[in-house]
């Protein structure tokens, strides 16, 4: 198939291009829009507990539990002229609108229930509000009030916030930090591109790749929208992984080719032979990659769905482009792929004569991997103990939903100054009140009043709204809203002094369940959001990490034949993984380098992420795994497979792609280090997380453990019992002859040696 695609590129490439370019533009055109047709929850399944007590009390109850809330300051207090005033003109606005409904203010709610809407100091006060709609409206018109009331007028400040807010904000965020990181990592990549080639030519055509990879999984993005709902988040892996990887695909075929150039072979030799090897482990790279993200489409969270359906689309456009695209490039190019050579003019600006190329032998690589073999097992402890005493912070990692903390106190959200106040300076936050829903309820007032008095002897609980009353410490304060109760049923509102993401929430949350209730009772509120999602994702990690591992075995065992080293790379990209979650945990959720990225540490990650990363970064540690096995695999078969040969293929394997991957890892490094200058903690945490991967992957886990690891195995690398040694010889997927050497009864017999 490879040669065929090859030979395919060779012989119309002006055509190949000229499509090619055409679907750029028309994806570019097509793509522009995703944004603006892109959610930013979906951090809960819609058929969780929460989510159906929500819909419930949006659809029954007015909106009564909000999703806007406005912070109305005054120094010289809430109960000054101009801050009525200013409180009173908001309400006024909201109430223009037919798309906001349960307005409550602080100013026109009787006491007591107005105290729970006036902060500690009496200097700020509520208005609070539902936005009908769902999500994506929701952000809208939280865009379109912020430009209406936000602001600072007479000494009377107004802030917005609320889950709507945030979304709006996030949002907002998020698309300016993808041009910042886009900004970011596209130059210096390039300065990098042009350091490993040598040449300006050369270095731009990875980035060329690249950017044909994002346009077109925007396009495919955008036509997603239509029928499903998709993440804004998954627009930052889109840039990041499309770019990367096409970098990293671009990079390893234009290297063979120039070495095929220099080893003699025509342009269109040079090509194929480039395509029949490079592009075969591109292409079973973007496979491992791709099943790697795919796997996120097992979970009922259209968060993670969206970067299933984002990452492999991007794979497979860099992987496409890398081995149809890039070849019809290089065969008009020829020889000048190497033109604008920077190397002679500036060793000749330095008085520096341009060293030769050097045998593979005498490499720092082959020397360097030559002495960890000699001491493997040194080398192999030193290096695995190191990576679990890395690692071994996660061991008390905890989770928690996202909240307005996920944005940095450096950026201008006014939902995180609102949330800041929220939890600082009133009683209780209504933002994470606790929803109680009594669906389809007809009884006595007398059994809510029971229940309310119930559920308000839990610790931590300020108080409970309900149409029988409103209860503390059990016993009854004054009376309720009377709209709590309808002919629907009736809800319960807990406001509640614990932050519902700690283990404070989960108990609390847990001992509000375990009141005798009038009836059945649904919990919704941001401790019942935070416990269905975790709950959620704890139910389908089991599949998603048993499909990841199912098919990186039986990729790689297609790949080498052997039954070994898929196993051997389960175990490092394990490894390497466990030190990057370890990382997580010391900097995010404890706290450490906060000053340095801006971010603060709630105590908990969110659940989500260390998923993604996982995903992510085993699809990426299994590129270079796939990247360097090809190179081993290929001297190896052409050695005479002695326990000496196997030694000499990887560190061979090593010589010959270790400048390549190397480089390859800074350049997806920087790629994935641009995501860091975001000021939304999670990305900050994705981003930096997979840099470290990608680092230690390149160097520790591929540069040093995995040739140890091989010595110490010896031909025992290329071991499969024989019946997995037949199905190889019958399936498995290898160059032509001509491209190592070997036959295919040359490696049914080597396969099936003990």
């Given amino acids: 198939m490879l040669v065929r695609i090859a030979h395919l590129a060779t012989r119309h490439p002006r055509t190949i291009l000229l499509a090619a370019a055409l679907l750029a533009v028309l994806c570019g055109v097509f793509g522009a829009s995703v944004t603006s047709h892109m959610k930013t929850g979906g951090f809960t399944s819609s058929d969780a507990e929460s989510s159906r007590a929500a819909e419930l009390i949006a659809d029954n109850f007015g909106g009564a539990e909000p999703n806007l809330i406005l912070l109305v300051r005054d120094n010289a207090g809430a109960d000054s002229p101009a801050a009525k005033a200013a409180g009173a003109k908001v309400v006024d606005t909201l109430r223009s609108r037919s798309d906001v409904i ?5 100013w026109s709610t009787p006491q007591p229930l107005s105290t729970a809407l006036r902060s500690n100091d009496g200097k700020s006060a509520l208005v609070i509000g539902y936005i009908t709609g769902g999500e994506t409206a929701a952000q809208k018109v939280a865009g379109e009030l912020a430009e209406q009331v936000v602001g600072t007028n007479d000494g009377v400040s107004i802030d917005q916030g609320g889950l709507s807010s945030i979304y709006h904000d996030v949002n907002g965020q998020i698309t300016h930090d993808l041009a910042v990181a886009e900004g970011v990592a596209i130059p210096l990549s390039f300065l990098v591109l042009i350091l490993v080639f040598g040449s300006l030519v050369a270095a731009f055509l990875p980035l060329a790749v690249g950017i044909f990879a994002i346009l077109t999984t925007l396009a495919i993005l955008r036509t997603l929208t239509v029928f499903t709902d998709v993440s804004i988040f998954a627009l930052n892996m889109t840039t990041a992984l499309g770019l990367a990887l096409a970098i990293d695909y671009s990079l390893f075929i234009v ?8 080893n003699g072979l025509d342009v269109e030799a040079a090509v194929v032979r480039a395509v029949q090897t490079a592009g075969r482990t591109v292409l079973y790279s973007a496979l ?18 969206s970067f299933a359906y984002a990452g492999v689309a991007v794979v497979a456009a860099a992987a496409a482009a890398s081995i149809l695209i890039l070849p019809a490039v290089l065969m008009l190019l020829g020889h000048r792929v190497n033109a604008g050579d920077l190397r002679k003019p500036l ?39 190191l990576l679990l005493a890395v690692g071994s912070p996660f061991l008390g990692v905890k989770f928690g939903y996202p909240d307005d903390r996920v944005l940095n106190t450096s950026a201008s959200a006014t939902s995180r100054t609102v949330g800041d106040a929220l939890r600082n300076d009133f009683r209780s936050n209504a933002a994470t009140n606790v929803s109680v829903v009594l669906d389809g309820f007809h009884g006595s007032p007398t059994a809510i009043g029971d229940y309310a008095a119930g559920l308000s002897k839990v610790h931590g609980v300020a108080g409970v709204l309900s149409g029988a009353g409103v209860y503390s410490g059990g016993s009854k304060v004054s009376a309720g809203p009377p709209q709590m109760t309808n002919d629907t049923g009736a809800f319960l509102t807990v406001a509640t002094t614990v932050d ?15 009141v005798p209730g009038p009836g059945p009772a649904l919990f919704g509120g941001a401790a019942a959001v935070n416990a269905d999602a975790l709950d959620a994702l704890g139910a389908r990690l089991p599949v998603a990490g048993a499909l990841i591992v199912l098919a990186t075995f039986v990729v790689l065992f297609l790949f080498t034949g052997s039954l070994l080293l898929p196993l051997k790379a389960l175990v490092l990209n394990t490894l390497s993984l466990t030190a990057a979650f370890g990382a997580m945990v010391w900097i995010f959720q404890e706290g450490h380098l906060s000053g340095v990225l801006g971010s603060d540490a709630t105590g908990y990650l969110v659940p989500t992420m ?47 792609t270790g400048k390549i991957f190397t480089a390859a890892a800074v350049l997806m490094a920087i790629v994935m280090a641009a995501m860091v200058t975001s000021k939304v903690s999670f990305i900050q945490m994705m981003g930096l997380g997979l840099t470290l991967t990608v680092l230690a992957d390149a160097t520790l886990i591929r540069g040093l453990l995995a040739p140890a690891l091989m010595r110490m195995l010896g031909t025992a690398n290329w ?19 001509s491209a190592t050497g070997a036959t295919e009864s040359d490696e049914h017999e080597l396969a099936g040696r003990t």
């Fill in 102 to 106: 349960g307005i409550q203010s602080y």
């Fill in 255 to 262: 290297s063979r080719y120039r070495e095929e150039l220099g």
């Fill in 288 to 305: 491992t990659v791709a099943l790697s993200v795919a796997a996120l489409g097992v979970f009922n969270l259209y968060f993670l769905k």
């Fill in 347 to 385: 060793g000749r600006l330095f008085g520096r004569t341009p060293r030769a190329d050097l045998a593979p032998e005498q490499t720092f690589w082959y020397r360097t991997v030559q002495r960890v073999m000699r001491n493997a097992a040194p080398v192999a402890i030193a290096i695995i103990v």
């Fill in 500 to 514: 519902p993401f700690t283990a404070a929430g989960k108990t609390q949350l847990a001992q509000l369940r375990d």
């Fill in 610 to 656: 260390p998923i993604l990363m996982f995903c992510l970064a085993f699809g990426m540690s299994m590129d270079y795994e796939v990247f360097l096995l090809s190179r081993i695999r290929e001297e190896w078969l052409a050695s005479g497979r002695t326990a000496a040969d196997s030694n000499r293929a990887v560190a061979l394997g090593v010589a010959r």
């Fill in 719 to 737: 071991w499969a019992p024989a019946p997995l040694a037949r199905l190889h010889a019958k399936i498995g997927l290898r160059e032509d002859e």
